[in-house]
T-cell receptor, first 114, second 113 residues
């Protein structure tokens, strides 16, 4: 089955620790995205990548880092510099990154930092 | 920042009625428009996309686009309790570093039996 997987579903970390969220897709999509969702809020774009070995900052990139070494994978690292990391993190992909194509979402990772 | 506005609701409709969800956007250059459904605690699920002015129908769902007035709407006919969810409107826009989707905060829909 084709799709997007994110792991883990729930993640708990202590303040000051870096944490990496996994996102894998087997849809052969060129573009991948990371969003953050807070309660009662819309999705806010953290980073996106239109092709392998290239990525761009979104609206709220501070405190986050990404890599895109393989087409299938787009991991997100939440660093200790992110002031309010507790949120629902969503990974998405689309055929291309030109804005014309729909994005498909993974199941999400709920991160809690205490 | 380009804006996408939705009424947060909740919008309450009886089972079998038509639910009408509206979205306005600020970027006149936007070309692609998407509706997603999100159940509580779950990730968004694509319902429909529309690129041209007018109506696009898919089963019980109809998307309507009016670029001159900068609004897009979603109609759900014969609403069912299982349609109760938050509906997100998304609009593409071009930033300095490429295209991205801008999401509204969503409208909460409650279909009552």
């Amino acid at each position: 089955d084709g799709g997007i997987t994110q792991s883990p579903k729930y993640l708990f970390r202590k303040e000051g620790q870096n944490v990496t969220l996994s996102c894998e897709q087997n849809l052969n999509h060129d573009a991948m995205y990371w969003y953050r969702q807070d309660p009662g809020q819309g999705l806010r774009l953290i980073y996106y990548s239109q092709i392998v070995n290239d990525f761009q900052k979104g609206d709220i990139a501070e405190g986050y880092s990404v890599s895109r070494e393989k087409k299938e994978s787009f991991p997100l690292t939440v660093t200790s510099a992110q002031k309010n990391p507790t949120a629902f993190y969503l990974c998405a992909s689309s055929i291309e990154g030109d804005g014309s194509y729909e994005q498909y979402f993974g199941p999400g990772t709920r991160l809690t930092v205490t | 920042q380009k804006e996408v506005e939705q009424n947060s609701g909740p919008l309450s409709v009886p089972e079998g009625a038509i639910a009408s969800l509206n979205c306005t956007y600020s970027d006149r250059g936007s070309q692609s428009f998407f509706w997603y459904r999100q159940y509580s605690g779950k990730s968004p699920e694509l319902i429909m996309f529309i690129y041209s002015n007018g109506d696009k129908e898919d089963g019980r769902f109809t998307a309507q686009l009016n670029k001159a007035s900068q609004y897009v709407s979603l109609l759900i006919r014969d609403s069912q309790p299982s349609d109760s969810a938050t509906y997100l409107c998304a609009v593409n826009w071009y930033s300095n570093s490429g295209y991205a989707l801008n999401f509204g905060k969503g409208t909460s829909l409650l279909v009552t039996p």
